[in-house]
């Protein structure tokens, strides 16, 4: 099962500033950066190729996390659905982003088992289409100490 989970909305834009997109969706950013600032690994000092040091294109993101799963939601996509919320309101302005760029939702889970067992539901799936953006995910899965043992 899904123990806990991360989603963020990832925004790439050639024609929008980071303030524009924030201003577009009337909501700040948790991590961002305009063409030609430095990107975490500028700011390191990482030894890179110069297209990764510095963005090419705007980013903009904003992060949802959920803590360990509790009896509430046993589904693996609390974080997921509380971005979802966020979002719908701004479906429309998602829609306006893509034309000069790219709106993607990124999800991950950790498992506590060796399988990454997860729930979709019906009224997700239906918020996730309405708001139109490609959705990628990962499950991290725990290993089996017992199996490992024998």
Known sequence: MIRNNRASLSV?????TVAQISHMLGIEPESAG??????????????????????????WSLHE????????DETGFSALRKLVERLLPVKDRLA???AGGETVIWWSGDSDSTQGGFVLEPDLLDALSVLGCHVYGTAFLSEDVERDAE
Request: charged share 30%; glycine share 10%; proline share 7%.
């Open 12 to 16: 790439h834009s050639d024609t929008y």
């Open 96 to 98: 306006e982003l893509r």
């Open 65 to 72: 996390e959920s803590p360990e799963a509790n009896g509430e």
């Open 34 to 59: 305009d063409v030609g600032d430095l990107t975490p690994s500028g700011r390191a000092g990482r030894n890179m190729k110069p297209q990764y040091l510095t963005y090419q294109r705007t980013f």
